[in-house]
């Protein structure tokens, strides 16, 4: 995987760009995997914790992107945080495939040394906004949202793992993402 990372484009740049790849502009995929690909690699290890999953997550994101960008709305949302929830689901799709072909198998739990994604992501102005309405919430709404949408687990996994009913982590987050949304609208 390549390192190189060209400044980030601004989320109208991207909403062509994803534009383009839909019809059928490969330069224009070229384009967005070079400045994205490096922050979609440290969000897929930041899940996998497996360079070589993260390597895979971050090929199978982009070759999504790529067959399923007409059905980008940029209405609904901006560019990057598109690309990144796919990337997400597809760390999270390699980690469940693989826990299913390797009997026994955990997850690394050692922290990665790579650049953390959540790190990443928060770094431009948007990201800003994002710490700050982060914390509004209360630490423990604040840890459930990263290990839902940092860490990929599962409303089943944090119910399981914070011992704590399904319906209570879905109605929790529901009201966190609600509250974030709030915020960066103002």
Not at 112 to 118: G, Q, T
Not at 139 to 153: D, H, K, S, T
């Amino acid at each position: 995987m390549t390192q190189q990372s060209q400044s980030r484009l601004d989320a109208e740049e991207a909403s062509d760009l994803l534009r383009a790849c839909a019809e059928g502009q490969r330069s224009a995929l070229r384009r967005l995997y070079d400045a994205w690909a490096p922050t979609v690699y440290a969000l897929t290890l930041r899940i996998t914790r497996q360079k070589s999953l993260a390597e895979d997550a971050t090929h199978d994101a982009f070759l999504q992107i790529w067959q399923q960008a007409a059905r980008f709305d940029p209405t609904r949302g901006r560019a990057d945080v598109w690309m990144f929830s796919i990337a997400r689901y597809r760390a999270i799709d390699l980690m469940r495939r693989r826990q299913r072909e390797t009997s026994g198998y955990e997850a690394d739990e050692t922290a990665s040394e790579e650049v953390d994604a959540l790190d990443l992501l928060i770094a431009d102005s948007d990201g800003q906004a994002l710490r700050r309405c982060l914390r509004q919430l209360d630490e423990a709404r604040q840890r459930l949202i990263a290990m839902a949408f940092v860490e990929g687990l599962s409303h089943s996994a944090l119910a399981s793992r914070l011992a704590v009913p399904l319906g209570t982590i879905k109605s929790t987050i529901r009201r966190s993402l609600s509250t974030l949304r709030q915020c960066l609208e103002t």
